[in-house]
Nanobody, 112 residues
């Protein structure tokens, strides 16, 4: 059974930083590309970033380019999202995803 467990969310002021983690189990983590997606209140699911199996190829949605960094540690079965210079519009529940499968999410709130 695939399990994805996110953590690291919280309340942060605009301009602040957070690092999200996602521990994966139930599948061979190093064999799959992984993504981060987010959902703001009242809005649909938005793709944020993707990383390939080896971790050497990444892509980002335009609104987070230059501020967010996706990475992974295949030895630890863990996916990360470093989020810097956070903005109020980044507030959402963040999910790590393996294809259509997602974890329970972690809440990120950016507010002064």
């Amino acid at each position: 059974e695939v399990q994805l467990v996110e953590s690291g969310g919280g309340l942060v002021q605009p301009g602040g930083s957070l690092r999200l983690s996602c521990v994966a189990s139930g599948f061979i983590f190093s064999s799959y590309g992984m993504s981060w997606v987010r959902q703001a209140p009242g809005k649909g699911l938005e793709w944020v970033s993707v990383i390939n199996r080896g971790g050497d190829t990444t892509s980002y949605t335009d609104s987070v380019k230059g501020r967010f960094t996706i990475s992974r540690d295949n030895a630890k079965n863990t996916l990360y999202l470093q989020m810097n210079r956070l903005k109020p519009e980044d507030s959402a529940v963040y999910y790590c995803a393996k294809g259509d499968q997602r974890g329970q999410g972690t809440q990120v709130s950016v507010s002064s």
